[in-house]
């Protein structure tokens, strides 16, 4: 399949893996880009740009396909050393960044100075816009459904990607609640040039998290994820767990008097503990509403590879055949050509 998305980034498939604290490591971003997608290392998951580059070098020993990094630009008061964050993307020989959190204005002269090709990710389409006019390449757009920060508008994909491709003349992918064909075509559809997955790549073979997050995945569903911290304008979607109920409760009882100080147990170093250590409960991490259709635990390879056949067989047969009369929709008869299992008879 060709679109923008795969001309721009020169990857097989228009399917990203965006970048995940303490997921991205170089295990996953390899499988993904040697599956033919857009692999990505989280960047600040490297706690020093020293760490990043030998990263960057280990991913690069695992797979000879373009891969990207990402670069969350936090609220923090402690500032992360971004420029040199970006120097040792550059010198690592990386040419594709996802940046995501602030606007990456203040960097991007050093990002095209340094020849990279910039995704910004954000969550609405003014925020979208601006990310075109200051000269990133492309955006990925993460609707409400998202695992992480779904921004304050609250606007659904189903929303949101129409709109952006009225407004943008950028390519753009679809981000959140992406986790199969049906999602590839509707995203298509849609507007978009690709999806962009977090919450669906954390369940794969690859993924170098313990198998405790892997299982969560599997048992929960779609309605098993909470926002937090919404007081605080800083929304992030998580799974819920016994800390995340704690977390509600403090969030109801000081109203609008929260600080982050008053959540700061159920926030803050639990990543680590979640996915290295498995301990579920450990605090919030996020996860998106896609955790509904996660049933499996396949290798990058075959979700990747099932996703693109199946995303063919739903556009030849189903949607032609629906369009022709001559696929086995509701009501056509005779058994037809379509070979998509979940919406057989
Ligand atoms: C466990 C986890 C950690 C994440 N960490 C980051 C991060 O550090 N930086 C970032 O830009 N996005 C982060 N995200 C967001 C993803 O890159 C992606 O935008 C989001 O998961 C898409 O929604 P989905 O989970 O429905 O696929 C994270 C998502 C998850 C599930």
């Known amino acids: 399949m060709r679109t923008r998305i795969t001309e721009l980034f020169g990857i097989q498939h228009p399917i990203v893996q965006g970048g995940m ?6 295990e996953l971003a390899s499988a993904v880009s040697n599956a033919g997608g857009l692999g990505i290392i989280t960047g600040l998951t ?10 960057i070098a280990r991913c690069r020993d695992m797979t000879d396909k373009p891969f990207g990094v990402n670069l969350t630009f936090l609220p923090s008061f402690s500032e992360p050393p971004y420029a040199e964050y970006i120097q040792a993307i550059a010198e690592g ?6 940046t995501a959190g602030r606007s990456p204005e203040q960097y991007m002269p050093a990002l095209k100075q340094a020849g990279i090709t910039v995704i910004h990710k954000c969550t609405s389409v003014r925020h979208a816009l601006k990310a075109e006019r200051i000269g990133c390449d492309a955006v990925s757009v993460d609707g409400f459904e998202c695992g992480g ?7 659904p994909n189903m929303i949101l990607l129409p ?3 009225e407004a943008l003349s950028i390519p753009f992918v ?18 978009a040039e690709g999806i962009n997955m977090g919450t669906r790549f954390i369940a794969t073979q690859e993924a170098p998290v313990h198998e405790n997050v892997k299982q969560a995945l599997l048992d929960a569903d779609e309605s098993d994820t909470r926002l937090i911290m919404r007081p605080l304008r800083n929304t992030e979607r998580v799974l819920n767990n016994a800390n995340v109920t704690r977390l509600l409760e403090i969030e109801r009882e000081k109203g609008e008097d929260l600080t982050i100080d008053d959540v700061f147990d159920q ?10 250590h498995g301990e579920m409960d450990a605090g919030a991490w996020s996860c998106g509403m896609v955790v509904g259709l996660i049933h499996d635990i396949p290798t990058v390879d075959e979700l990747i590879g099932r996703i693109m056949s199946e995303a063919e067989d739903l556009i030849d047969s189903r949607l032609v ?10 009501g056509a008869g005779a058994p037809g050509p379509v070979r998509w299992p979940a919406w057989g008879p």
Do not use: W
């Not at 490297?46 to 990263?55: D, K, V």
């Not at 020989?93 to 996802?98: M, Q, R």
């Not at 609640?177 to 590839?184: E, T």
């Not at 055949?321 to 509701?330: E, I, Y």
């Open 21 to 26: 604290h303490f997921v991205g490591f170089a």
């Open 46 to 55: 490297q706690r020093t740009p020293e760490l990043l580059a030998a990263e």
């Open 93 to 98: 020989g990386v040419t594709i960044v996802e």
């Open 149 to 155: 920060h779904p921004g304050e508008d609250d606007v």
């Open 163 to 165: 709109r952006a491709a």
């Open 174 to 191: 679809a981000s959140g609640g992406m986790a199969d064909a049906r999602s590839l075509v509707a995203a298509l559809a849609l507007g």
């Open 267 to 276: 926030v803050a170093g639990v990543y680590p503990k979640v996915m290295l």
């Open 321 to 330: 055949g629906m369009r022709t009369g001559a696929g086995r929709g509701r």
